[in-house]
C-alpha cells in the first residue's frame, strides 16, 4: 500500500508570525507533489511540522491513517516518512558510510528499492557515492552533500521522502543526475514531496503542484495550470 499523507488545518506561529495559517494538503500515496511558493512562504515549515522538527499550534497530520503530529521526528522516521534538509547538516568528521549507517541502527525498515539496495554501500551506490564511500564529510563537493541527504533518508527505509530544496546549488548537469535519483525512489513506489524553485523541474518531475504564499494555501492542481495561474504568477512577481 503506497501511504497517503496529509496536513489538515495545520496553523504554526512563531510569536506574532503565522508562517502556516490554516493549511490542509492531501499528498496522495505513489505521487510526486511539488511544494512551491516564494523565499518565507512556509515551505521549510510545512517540511519541518510534517516531519516533527515542529508541532503545529492547531491542526493535524497523518500518515496512512495515523496522526503523526505531537511525536518525535525519529518516531515519525520509523513510522516510514524521511526527509532531506535544505542546509545539509552532517557531522564532518563522519564518512558517507558511517552517515547513512546510522538511520539503520534505529530505524530498520524494509526499503522499497529493488531487492539488494538495502545496506550503506549499496544506497551509496544508488546515489552514485561509491567513489566518496569512506570520505569525510567536511571534505564532500555540495552535489555529495546533496546525494549524501538524499541517501541518508533512503536508509529509513521510508514510504513517503520529503525533499527540501535538493538541487539548490547545483550545476544544471548535476541537477539533471540527483533528478534521475528522485524519479527512481519515486519508480519504486515511495510517496515523493519535493520543494524546489526552478519551476522547469517541477513541471517535469511532479505530477502535482501545491503552492504556498504567505503561510496560506494559493494553489494546488496539475503543474501545467498551477504555473500559469495568474495568483501564482503575481504571488512570485511580489505584487
Ligand atoms: P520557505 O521555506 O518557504 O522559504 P520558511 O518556512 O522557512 O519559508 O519560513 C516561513 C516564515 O517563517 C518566514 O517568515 C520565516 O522567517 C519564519 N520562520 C521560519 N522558521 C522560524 C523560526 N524558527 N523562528 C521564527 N521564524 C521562523
Ligand atoms: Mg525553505
Redesign the pocket.
Known amino acids: 500500500m503506497k501511504a497517503n499523507l496529509s496536513v489538515e488545518n495545520v496553523t504554526v506561529a512563531?510569536g506574532g508570525?503565522k508562517?502556516l495559517n490554516n493549511v490542509s494538503i492531501a499528498f496522495p500515496g505513489g505521487q510526486i507533489t511539488g511544494l512551491i511558493?516564494p523565499?518565507?512562504?512556509?515551505?521549510?515549515?510545512?517540511i519541518n511540522t510534517i516531519s516533527g522538527q515542529l508541532t503545529p499550534s492547531a491542526g493535524s497530520v497523518r500518515l496512512g491513517a495515523q496522526e503523526i503530529n505531537g511525536l518525535r521526528s525519529d518516531q515519525i522516521a520509523v513510522m516510514g516518512l524521511a526527509r532531506t534538509y535544505q542546509i545539509p547538516r552532517v557531522p564532518p568528521q563522519l564518512t558517507v558510510q558511517e552517515v547513512i549507517s546510522v538511520p539503520f541502527s534505529y530505524v530498520r525498515r524494509k526499503s522499497h528499492l529493488a531487492p539488494g539496495i538495502g545496506d550503506e554501500r549499496s544506497i551509496a551506490e544508488f546515489c552514485g557515492l561509491s567513489p566518496v564511500v569512506m570520505r569525510r564529510c567536511g571534505d564532500l563537493s555540495i552535489t555529495d552533500l546533496r546525494r549524501l541527504e538524499i541517501a541518508r533518508a533512503l536508509a529509513c527505509g521510508p514510504d513517503v521522502l520529503l525533499l527540501d530544496e535538493v538541487m539548490a546549488g547545483l550545476s544544471h548537469e548535476d541537477a539533471h543526475a540527483v533528478i534521475e535519483i528522485v524519479r527512481r525512489i519515486h519508480a519504486a513506489g515511495v510517496t515523493v514531496v519535493i520543494v524546489e524553485h526552478v519551476m522547469s523541474i517541477i513541471a517535469n518531475l511532479c505530477d502535482r503542484v501545491v503552492v504556498?504564499n504567505q503561510?496560506e494555501l494559493l494553489a494546488d492542481g496539475k503543474p501545467k495550470d498551477v504555473l500559469s495561474a495568474p495568483s501564482v504568477r503575481e504571488a512570485y512577481l511580489g505584487k
Open positions: 512563531f508570525l508562517a511558493g523565499n518565507g512562504s512556509g515551505k521549510s515549515t510545512m504556498l503561510g
